[in-house]
């Protein structure tokens, strides 16, 4: 019995080098495998070349310079029509939020009253500042109604004979005064 015992100990072990060996050929190729399904970068935004606006002298070039190198801006300035802003980034989507940015780059240009460029900067992902999402609610003015109350809360309000006037319809109701609506007339204070 203790010389089966060791005829079967090698066979095992060079089952289990075997076995290991063929893993170790696999994982590489299962790792090369998850790169074909890794997220593909999109382009998004004014994509400028570094060649492009190197070609810009501040105090030389014109907005129409500008736009024949550059195309028209992503945005102005909010209040400042003379400062143009040319925003690329290369983004990259993951699961279940928002595309991850891999790189940004922002060109900002300023013209003068005469349309000549002044100052010319420009901001890369380091520059940015994160502005995180606030989780508060905001309140809202009204009442707060109950299922039965949003699935019955229209039910009688419609008056099809609104606009003959009958004594069942109109704009003044069976009790005698205004009807809902205040037929036309909005709301008054007393």
């Not at 002298?57 to 029509?81: E, I, W």
């Not at 002044?118 to 940015?128: E, G, I, Q, V």
Request: proline share 8%; hydrophobic share 35%; aromatic share 6%.
């Amino acid at each position: 019995m203790n010389n089966a015992s060791s005829l079967t100990s090698p066979s095992r072990t060079r089952r289990f080098r075997r076995f290991a060996q063929a893993g170790l050929t696999c994982v590489p190729l299962l790792l090369a495998g998850c790169s074909f399904f890794s997220p593909i970068p999109e382009p998004r935004g004014s994509l400028i070349e570094k060649t492009d606006y190197a070609q810009l002298v501040p105090g030389t070039s014109t907005r129409s310079d500008v736009l024949d190198l550059l195309g028209s801006p992503t945005a102005h300035a909010t209040f400042d029509d003379n400062t143009w802003i040319y925003v690329s980034m290369i983004t990259s989507p993951t699961p279940l939020t928002f595309p991850s940015v891999k790189k940004q780059q922002v060109v900002v240009l300023n013209f003068d009253n005469g349309g000549v460029l002044r100052k010319m900067d420009t901001l890369n992902k380091k520059n940015a500042m994160y502005v995180g999402m606030v989780g508060a609610k905001t309140p809202t003015p009204g009442t707060s109604s109950s299922i039965l109350q949003e699935l019955l809360g229209n039910v009688g309000r419609y008056n099809p004979m609104s606009g003959m006037s009958s004594q069942f319809g109109g704009s003044t109701g069976p009790m005698g005064g205004q009807g809902t609506g205040n037929g036309g007339a909005g709301n008054t204070l007393p």
